[in-house]
């Protein structure tokens, strides 16, 4: 154990890192070495900031602690504290299972872990944080909460309602993480599309700080997460269609396609607007790359929903997908209202299809890459390439190039790269610059 160290172990979303991210910055301030290496663990202070969206992510949590009160029973750490989602929504029931804790701290109260081990919390330094990514890129949180009420979503039980950061304040952060050395910023929020609605009389304003973001020196690409279909924001079509380093991405979960399940889910669309909206993007912004992610085994979904689910997949061909098997959260409407009348089995076997299916799209549209050049950022070396991303390409979800080390090049940088080989989740390419 090492005094004066704290360890930060994130679980979940990139939104939990940054608050991972700002926490660290407040130790620091306050004389403490800070570390995030969930393998090498040994601080007199640890705390987990947990993930609570579904049962595998309450699980992951859960067993974490546990590995580390055994840690702390061997004398390799000291004290231990829970923070983030899942004592959020089940502080009441962990406190009484995980009695050897030494805290509980929700999603929004972590500041008091500072002031509660005798340190100060400095506000004026709320936006600062230490960067856990590579220090070219950032994600930066535009807001918190969602008002959305999709029938089987935990997250506002968790964070509550919507509410955006102010304009002036998500610019000036990345002003300063721009001034940094940070070219990449990966904006992010449970409702990214609905931002500014709580500021601007009702009026999303997520096109407009985009557009101001783009001008700031420095920022090389900024890429955009966890857009909802319902309502969408159009005239950001336009600003990413003329910035460019607005990289045609766009991270915007659909879930389903049948439209009963849809009514069920409560998400406030419909097959036909979600094939619009789908048309209306791919005209807008020749190019795009669409991420979405989809749920199997909602209550209710039939043989004939989940055939028209994957019918649409092959149709609409998307360049980055992922899936999950749905989960009955207590708390939620489709919880209180439905019955999880789909069995675990039947779930997996339709997770395991629709994979499939994508895994072969994926394959197909990278073999199209197949001797074209893109604009690629390096993020790291290893030991047989330097592995980098294309604008299509977000850090951790997406497929990566990886290139030949017959060349000296520096990450954090851009360069020319051709594509010249393809696999369904990996690019492989040369520098030409």
Request: aromatic residues 10%; glycine residues 6%.
């Amino acid at each position: 154990m090492r005094k004066n160290r704290v360890d930060i172990i994130t679980l979940g979303c990139s939104k939990n890192l940054v608050d991972s991210e700002q926490l660290m910055w407040q130790f620091r301030l306050n004389g403490y070495t800070v570390a995030h290496d969930p393998a090498k663990v040994s601080g007199e202070i640890v705390v987990v900031n947990t993930c609570a969206f579904i049962g595998d992510a309450q699980e992951e949590s859960v067993n974490a602690i546990l590995d580390l009160e055994d840690a702390r029973r061997q004398g390799r750490i000291g004290r231990l504290f829970v923070m983030g989602c899942l004592s959020e929504r089940f502080r009441d029931e962990l406190q009484r299972e995980l009695p050897f804790v030494d805290k509980f701290y929700g999603k929004f109260d972590w500041k008091e872990l500072l002031r509660d081990l005798g340190k100060s919390y400095h506000s004026e330094h709320a936006a600062d944080r230490i960067l856990t990514t590579p220090s070219h890129y950032a994600y930066l949180k535009i807001s918190e909460g969602c008002d959305r009420t999709c029938a089987y979503c935990s997250i506002p039980l968790i964070t509550g309602r919507h509410r955006s950061r102010p304009e002036e304040d998500v610019l000036a952060e990345a002003r300063q993480l721009a001034g940094a050395g940070v070219k990449e910023f990966q904006l992010v929020a449970q409702d990214l599309t609905y931002y500014g609605t709580d500021l601007h009389g009702g009026e999303a304003s997520l096109p407009a700080l985009v557009e101001k973001m783009s001008d700031i020196a420095g920022v090389e690409w900024i890429r955009l997460h966890y857009g909802y279909p319902a309502h969408f924001p159009f005239d950001l079509l336009r600003v990413m269609r003329e910035r460019e380093n607005v990289c045609r991405y766009l991270d915007i979960a659909l879930q389903h396609v049948s439209d009963p399940v849809l009514q069920r889910m409560r998400r406030n669309t419909t097959r036909d607007e979600t094939m619009r909206l789908i048309d209306r993007l791919r005209a807008e912004v020749p190019g795009i790359h669409l991420r979405t992610t989809l749920m199997v085994g909602y209550p209710g979904e039939t043989a004939r929903d989940f055939e028209e689910l994957l019918q649409f997949v092959r149709d609409v061909r998307f360049e980055r997908m992922g899936a999950f098997a749905y989960s009955h959260e207590s708390g939620t409407y489709a919880f209180e209202h439905y019955r999880d009348d789909v069995s675990e089995e039947v779930k997996q076997e339709r997770l395991d299809s629709l994979m499939r299916v994508q895994e072969k799209i994926a394959w197909e549209l990278n073999e199209e890459k197949t001797g074209r050049v893109y604009r690629t950022v390096i993020d790291r070396e290893e030991h047989d390439y330097f592995v980098g991303r294309t604008e299509f390409d977000s850090p951790e979800v997406d497929p990566e190039v990886l290139i030949a080390k017959d060349k000296k090049i520096g990450t954090g940088e851009f360069y020319d790269v051709r594509i010249k080989s393809a696999e369904a989740f990996e690019l492989y390419g040369e520098i030409l610059n």
